[in-house]
């Protein structure tokens, strides 16, 4: 039979227990204010507020466990978090996401008065292998276009698709989003819509209006017979209807099988092409910045590096004395 004393301890435990239920509750209001805040102010978009809701999510249930107050936190704490990350196989690019949730919520706490300290502030970030963006060659470039029948509808917009995608460095979620009223044939200039739906005006090459330019007049027109509702996406299905990102992205590993290449070359493989033959031909760093919708120019850091091993490749290609 217990006795008076360890019921006096089982009382105090199950006040404890409240206390931290409480306290979860109120961090997890606070992080539902932070996720409002990072998506209708700073316009983030909605995949970034899913990202960071689930990695939010995965603290959380880690401090119901561990016993540890959100709201009270330390930065030991946070380093213990990290450390069970990296314990559970995560890569350093996972941890660093989840780092960026994490530092995010402290800091919008402390901002907004709802705290007094941020436990994140001088974490660390976990270090990460550097890779090199893949890049494509010219004649990569040459034979995925080659491979879109121009004679039909699909292949005019395929190729003009290929065209775009290559001429604005775009991502493909941005071209999907393309409207016809989008594209300035006049001053050779497209709109991209970018993430946190960022506006920026990118130049296109004659080439890549001539196919777009054929495309609207002989291959759109087909397609929209089967729509059932008006569109004003520049690039339809056969059904009429806009085509999604994960459906341009279809359109490009088919062409890129046809064409013979390799098979891991993503849409945003000519991304990082459009972005190393601007650096390579003299564009400066602060133009491309603008032109691939970076927030960061260390983001466009990265292709400084793509453009230095070119060189030496032609280097040990042309110099007498290179091995």
Known sequence: MASLADKGGDVELTEQAKVRES???????YVEGFLGFEGDVRGRAANTIKAYRGDLEAFCGWCSRQGVDPLEATHQDLRSYLGELSRAGYSPRTENRHLSAIRGVYGWMCAEGMAT??????????????????????????????????SCAEGLRDRAFLEML???????????????????FRARQARLFGKGSKERIVPVYEVALDWLQRYLEEGRPELLVRAKVPTSALFVSTRGRRMSAAALRTVFERQVSSAGLDPTLTPHAMRHTYATELLGGGADMRSVQEL????????????????????????????????
């Open 292 to 323: 691939l919708g970076h927030e960061s120019l260390s983001t466009t850091q990265v292709y400084t590096h793509l453009s230095i091993e070119r060189l030496k490749d032609a280097e040990r290609l042309a110099h007498p004395r290179a091995e």
């Open 117 to 150: 300290s941020d436990p994140a502030a001088a974490l660390a970030s976990p270090k990460q292998a550097r890779k090199l963006p893949h890049t494509m060659t010219d004649d990569e470039v040459r034979a995925l276009l080659a491979t879109c029948d121009t």
């Open 23 to 29: 306290d979860m509750s109120l961090f997890r209001t």
């Open 166 to 184: 290559y001429a604005t460095g775009a991502r493909i979620a941005e071209v999907s989003a393309l409207d016809v009223r989008d594209v300035d």
